[in-house]
């Protein structure tokens, strides 16, 4: 039977999208069809050999498209569909599931947690754990993205470790503890970058500076010793709150926006999914930096923007140690 809910995705606004987002998370068709129009649009190409000579491949007895929503190019002959080349390649999960886990994901300010998405989709914990992963994969910042400039704003947190004791008595905070290190650097009314660090020494947090800041910022810290001497190459030079003395704020200088960024990802952390290994941090860290950076945009913009992330990506398991592999393609 034909579909007689279908919706011609491609002539959708960014507003529309939400609107039609549950039908596409319930009809594996509708689904195909959404995901097709947002990697393609009007324009279908073939992955392999970029031609758009192409058509979708039917079934004989009736006409429908067939089981596997195959599309054929007539220049190279391949079989393809609209999962090659993108992080749900070779998946046997419905593109009604990654639709919905891309939606949750998109739109959730502190985060979607994969027992959530197991619930609502009826699948095991297991593949949910797959999907968000690949879609956090998909969230991650572009090798070619350009550095921070203007004024950047650049902090050290530590995330996770052990929970508080029984007696009352608490864990020691800050260094030396068993949480992880992350270090953020986020332009003023810009974007932002964070990463997990082997530790907050001078050399390792000045480093992270000149891997993510570009030479012509201007640099603002806290007064930790760390941070010492980076001005020098940065046309802007180096400010520092002094937050020992209780200052927190001297005119443009202070350290207030990317403190606040931690604070999202910690209430995330806490009250969202509980508890985040070290090995897998950084995965998440690349999820609250995508919803930052297109903050500015509406619910159905950044699906959109997360979907078009989603191609040229992959990641593996390489067998037999089930080590991670994370590339792009």
């Not at 960014?14 to 069809?33: F, G, H, N, Q, R």
């Not at 005119?251 to 606040?260: F, K, M, Q, R, Y």
């Amino acid at each position: 039977m034909k579909n007689n809910n279908k919706v011609n995705h491609s002539n959708l606004s960014k507003s529309e999208i939400i609107e039609d987002m549950p039908l596409a998370c319930s009809d594996e068709l509708t689904a195909v069809e959404f995901f097709e129009a947002q990697r393609w649009g009007n324009k279908p190409v073939c992955v392999h050999c970029g031609s758009a000579r192409v058509y979708k491949m039917t079934d004989a007895a009736t006409g429908n498209r067939n089981k596997r929503f195959l599309w054929r190019c007539r220049e190279c002959k391949n079989q393809y569909t609209v999962r090659i080349g993108t992080v749900y390649e070779e998946t046997r999960l419905g593109l009604r599931h990654w639709c919905y886990a891309f939606w949750r994901a998109a739109t959730s300010k502190k985060g979607v947690a994969a027992l959530e998405i197991m619930r609502h989709c009826q699948i095991s914990y297991k593949s949910a754990l797959f999907l968000m992963n690949r879609i956090r994969f998909a969230m991650a910042p572009s090798a070619n993205d350009s550095k921070l400039t203007g004024i950047v704003e650049c902090d050290e947190t530590y995330i996770g470790g052990k929970p508080r004791l029984g007696d009352g008595k608490t864990h020691k905070r800050g260094r030396g503890t068993s949480k992880t290190p992350v270090f953020a650097a986020v332009e003023r009314n810009g974007k932002i970058r964070r990463r997990v660090v082997a530790d907050v020494t001078g050399e390792t947090l000045q480093n992270a500076i000149k891997e993510e800041v570009d030479i012509q910022a201007r640099i603002i810290t806290d007064d930790y010793a760390a941070y010492k001497g980076i001005g020098f190459p940065y046309a802007g030079g180096h400010d520092s709150i002094c937050h020992s003395t209780r200052e927190y704020a001297r005119g443009d200088v202070h350290t207030n926006t990317v403190e606040s960024s931690f604070a999202v990802v910690k209430r995330g952390i806490v009250g969202i999914y509980h508890n985040v290994s070290r090995e897998y941090l950084h995965r998440y860290l690349w999820q609250f930096d995508f919803i930052w950076n297109h903050r500015t945009l509406n619910d159905g913009e950044r699906i959109v923007k997360a979907l078009q992330s989603a191609e040229g990506k992959r990641l593996m398991y390489k067998q037999p140690k089930s080590r991670v592999i994370e590339r792009h393609v």
